[in-house]
């Protein structure tokens, strides 16, 4: 245990994923959160006529999912982006389910800061992000997983 690391150290080469399904009521609720109303997302003859071929979720919605991995799991609670550099290489369709896996290439000693390879997989193999974080992992009271009791 590290003044810097009051949690663990996270290791070079470890790694965590987290999966979900995602479906139409995430575009809206994305849309509602974000604005974003691209006809890509909700007008299936706009889609079709697409090189998509068919409605695409938001590119915040699968990335999403990332942000779930670093704060649940690897680096853990905490944890921040405090930059991303990430490439939307296939789209994501309401029923996919993806995955979200990070790897840690980096860890400072004098910083809480973590550097990884992230991905975002279809449940068909394919991938559909990919790219890398730096985060930072501030010291967190126990956390009960948003309990109110």
């Not at 575009?27 to 007008?43: A, M, V």
């Amino acid at each position: 245990m590290s003044a810097v690391w009051p949690n663990g150290k996270p290791e070079v080469g470890s790694s965590a994923e987290l999966s979900r399904q995602v479906g139409s009521s995430d575009i809206i609720l994305f849309t509602e959160l974000s604005g974003d109303r691209n006809p890509l997302h909700y007008d299936e003859a706009a889609a079709e006529s697409s090189r998509f071929g068919e409605i695409v979720v938001q590119g915040g919605i699968t990335s999403a999912v990332l942000n779930a991995v670093v704060a649940e799991k690897l680096p853990g609670p905490g944890t921040v982006f405090l930059s991303v550099s990430w490439n939307f290489t296939a789209p994501v369709r309401p029923g996919d389910t993806i995955t979200g896996r990070v790897e840690v290439t980096e860890v400072r000693d004098d910083k809480p800061i973590t550097k990884l390879i992230t991905q975002v997989t279809r449940d068909d193999g394919t991938t559909a992000l990919e790219g890398t974080a730096v985060c930072w992992t501030m010291a967190m009271p126990e956390w009960r997983g948003g309990d109110d009791a």
